[in-house]
């Protein structure tokens, strides 16, 4: 039976998740308009903000109970993958702190003329880093899961 503060959790990380896919698609607009366009950066940098602030919530949810330790429990010996994984997530919030903090050093708009490409292209590679990274977590998970009950073939 799943417990009332499990249900709760997994109900936040929902909400969490869905406004976090939201957000990735609208930097990805914004990205494509951002040439020198100065409502577009100002955009880009309230949904960095947005994500900045999310992303560390949505981690500690996660973390609750340690992280990703149902797979640990099926697969002990996954250790070295799942401190791969975790580790991996916090570069990755760290890569989008820097990356915002570039941007908001890069203002006003003359400069950010300058290196808007490059980070157009690190902001585009870091969402596709960490959507990938997302895609590692699930597939940890089912891998677990699969190994435990001897998925079919």
């Avoid at 990703?68 to 916090?90: A, F, K, M, S």
């Avoid at 708009?109 to 596709?128: F, G, N």
Wanted: proline share 2%.
């Amino acid at each position: 039976m799943v417990s009332k503060n499990s249900a709760i959790v997994n109900g936040a990380l929902e909400e969490i998740s869905a406004l976090e896919y939201i957000l990735l698609g609208d930097l990805l607009d914004l990205l494509e308009e951002a040439d020198g366009d100065v409502g577009a950066w100002k955009w880009i940098s309230e949904v960095l903000d947005t994500l900045l602030k999310m992303m560390p919530r949505e981690f500690a949810l996660q973390d609750k109970g340690g992280y990703l330790d149902e797979v640990l429990e099926e697969q002990p010996n996954w250790q070295g993958r799942v401190r791969n994984l975790y580790q991996e997530r916090c570069a990755l919030l760290l890569k989008l702190s820097e990356l915002r903090t570039r941007m908001e050093d890069s203002l006003p708009l003359q400069q950010m003329r300058q290196i808007a490409s490059e980070l157009r292209h690190e902001l585009r590679d870091w969402i596709t880093s960490y959507v990938a990274h997302q895609r590692h977590e699930r597939r940890i998970l089912q891998d677990a899961f699969n190994n435990d009950i001897g998925a079919a073939d």
